[in-house]
């Protein structure tokens, strides 16, 4: 089936309701398939907890090993050597590393800058710990960081100062794909690395058989929308091996005594699941992985990469009568290492940046479905804004009581950004509508501002 008979069929309550989606990176959506499939599996079994030994929880344990070896098989992973841990999102997957590494002041964190606020939050567990860590700057035209950058700050410290390097396989800023090579390169110079593929997976392929990090980061929601609220941990097993919980819970011993205070930890990767894991919607991600297997994750791919370039074209094509340009592009300017993920201020015809909460106005009044703000990745943004380290520091100790007093003092014009995102649902129709909103909505136009919410958060 192709894929726009699929966007008539399986997707087709977009068009029904005259809805423009483009937030594929904010969450995928699902399709009417994957909801049958679920609705058949719920009514026609039994299914219960598998921490019981009983006839529905077997039924759970055999659905929960399928999915298993399912994520492993589409990432192509070898059992021998990676587990999954199902967490709730990819955020529980990032966490369960942090709170377990075995920081120190002699093993420390580098993170690149641009990063989701969960990688930035494994800081938090090192600073705790006594251990150093490092950010490597976004230092190149596209908001890349470069490999030079990377492999200095990897190989600037001591080897038995080296400890955990995260970095992100595609940023949910800018769309930037920085190079998986990176994995092996500093693994060979001593580290663990934990790579946040949330942004990258859903229309990408990631091969665990030819690139193996020690950790990946998975938000299964993201990929093809259903269900929410699982994520996974794919950890290479002689890591895993590494990390020392912090406590445990229900589910992930083997045996614990009140009295006498001690426990035996799970000998597998369900030493990682606290309590009951989501037993009636894990079973959805084998669901969702055959249902991108069958349309082919290349083909993903590639219908994702023509809509982006498409876009892209459109939007630098839009201009004022004056000449001046409607958009302000932040990240590659090109789809060669690049995902779906466009960010973008538009500007007035004396170049003025229109704020943020202007867009998310107008484009929701058109059925419009888009993203703005700084998007849980602030390192992207102070390099896409420009803003330097001196005045972030002078800043911090300002005493700001609001956001908007932050951007006040910060000299920024607006909250954040717009970012349009695509997926394997997403069209040309979709794509020229924005683009043709863009167009009627601030071209040679001046945007009405009077009436707009404070700012909660960025």
Request: with cysteine; net charge negative.
């Amino acid at each position: 089936m192709t894929l726009t008979r699929l966007r008539a069929t399986e997707y087709g309550y977009l068009d029904e309701n005259r809805h423009v989606y483009l937030d594929h990176t904010g969450a995928g959506l699902p399709a009417r398939f994957q909801l049958a499939r679920q609705a058949e599996r719920l009514t026609s079994g039994c299914y219960g907890n598998p921490h019981s030994d009983n006839p529905s929880s077997a039924a759970s344990d055999e659905l929960l090993a399928r999915t298993r070896r399912a994520v492993l098989r589409h990432f192509n992973a070898d059992p021998g050597e990676y587990a999954v841990i199902f967490t709730a999102n990819a955020t529980g997957a990032l966490r369960l590393v942090g709170e377990a590494y075995p920081f120190g002041p002699d093993c420390g964190l580098v993170l690149t800058a641009d990063n989701h606020n969960s990688v930035n939050g494994l800081r938090e567990f090192a600073r705790a710990r006594g251990a150093r860590g490092l950010y490597i700057p976004v230092d190149s035209p596209g908001l890349r960081i470069s490999g030079a950058a990377v492999r200095g700050a990897l190989s600037g410290r001591p080897a038995a100062a080296r400890g955990l390097f995260a970095y992100p396989a595609q940023s949910n800023f800018t769309g930037v794909q920085h190079p998986l090579e990176w994995t092996a390169e500093a693994q060979a110079l001593g580290y663990d690395v934990l790579l946040d593929a949330a942004a990258f997976a859903p229309a990408n392929r990631l091969d665990l058989g030819a690139v193996r990090p020690d950790f990946v980061a998975v938000s299964w929601y993201k990929v093809f929308g259903f269900p929410t609220g699982v994520g996974c941990l794919i950890a290479r097993r002689p890591a895993l091996a590494r990390l020392s919980r912090p406590w445990f819970a229900g589910g992930t011993i083997h045996v614990a005594s009140a009295q006498g205070q001690w426990h035996r930890m799970a000998d597998d990767e369900t030493a990682f699941e606290d309590g009951t894991i989501n037993f009636l919607s894990i079973p959805d991600v084998e669901v969702g992985l055959d249902w991108i297997g069958g349309i082919g994750i290349d083909t993903v791919h590639d219908h994702v990469s023509a809509l982006t370039a498409r876009l892209l074209d459109g939007l630098r094509g839009l201009r004022h009568r004056s000449g001046a340009p409607v958009v302000r592009l932040y990240g590659p300017d090109a789809t060669e290492r690049r995902g779906g993920t466009v960010a973008l201020n538009f500007l007035d015809a004396d170049g003025g940046v229109v704020e943020e909460r202007i867009v998310a106005r107008d484009s929701a009044a058109r059925t419009i479905s888009l993203r703005t703000g700084c998007f849980c990745n602030p390192g992207a943004g102070e390099a896409a804004f420009a803003l330097g380290t001196p005045l972030l520091h002078r800043v911090a100790g300002g005493g700001h009581g609001s956001i908007d007093e932050y951007l006040t003092a910060l000299g920024l014009p607006s909250g954040g950004a717009v970012r349009v995102s695509l997926g394997l649902p997403s069209n040309e129709a979709d794509v020229d509508a924005f683009v043709e909103f863009a167009a009627d909505t601030y071209r040679d136009r001046a945007p009405e501002a009077s009436g707009l919410a404070p700012r909660l958060r960025c």
